[in-house]
């Protein structure tokens, strides 16, 4: 007999890859327990997001580093929608480089239209933006889909944005954080998912006078350090 169909495993796989460090094998296992065997898509898409949170946490409550939107969206798999033809995901605009003279380069972790709602390791896309004093423009739209096949997944993120300067993603784990700055790309959360632009109005009010952290991306002085910055002219006056 067969115990699980072709449709189904595929369904299973891309599943799998939206939970990030999930075992493929150890979720079909689970995902059997559940719905009985054969494994089929009819019993695939009974699934909620409810009994996934039960399988992967073994209990109530989820693994902490497993966020809600990466759970929806490998309910959304398993229903049988496939991701690639989104017509949510927004278009990028026209850009030329150097036509935002003082801008940073953003990416930002995307599950779903123009929304900061991915895990840095799930995320089916990446949203790259420009943003300056006057403008924010979405200059790209990178899928991961072949990051997955990487000998190390998150080195390969890491690679795809590392012309950004800051990645905005809902969460990373750490080590996948650390291959990000070396990557010299700074890694900002926002556990709670917003629209893209909402977040990048944030940070696009800050290019005026940005905080020590940003100035130093941005390769400026902080005005707020200029208070203690030595003076020589004035000392040799």
Request: glycine residues 6%; proline residues 6%; aromatic residues 6%.
């Amino acid at each position: 007999m067969t115990t699980i169909t072709k449709a189904a495993a595929f369904r299973i796989t891309l599943a799998a890859k939206a939970l990030a460090e999930v075992n493929l094998s150890a979720f079909t296992i689970k995902l059997a327990e559940k719905l009985g065997l054969p494994l089929t898509e009819e019993k695939l898409a009974t699934i909620t997001v409810a009994d996934l949170k039960l399988i992967l946490g073994g209990e109530e409550t989820v693994e902490p580093d497993v966020d809600t939107a990466s759970i929806k969206l490998a309910v959304r798999f398993l229903w049988g929608e496939n991701g690639e033809a989104d017509d949510s995901v927004p278009k990028p605009e026209t850009y030329v480089d150097g036509e935002m003279p003082g801008s940073l380069r953003v990416a930002v972790a995307s599950n779903s239209a123009d929304n900061l709602d991915g895990h840095f390791g799930s995320a089916p896309r990446f949203l790259i933006y420009q943003v300056g004093k006057d403008a924010i423009k979405l200059i790209d739209v990178r899928p991961t889909l072949l990051t997955d096949d990487a000998e190390d997944k998150n080195v390969a993120r890491s690679e795809l944005i590392n012309d950004c300067q800051i990645v905005y993603v809902q969460s990373i784990g750490g080590p996948a954080a650390a291959k990000v700055v070396r990557a010299n790309v700074h890694p900002i959360k926002f556990p709670q998912p917003l629209p893209a632009r909402e977040a990048l109005a944030r940070l696009q009010g800050t290019l005026e006078s940005p905080p020590p952290w940003l100035a130093r991306i941005m390769g400026v002085k902080a005005k707020s350090l200029a208070q203690f910055e030595y003076d020589e002219e004035a000392e040799e006056a």
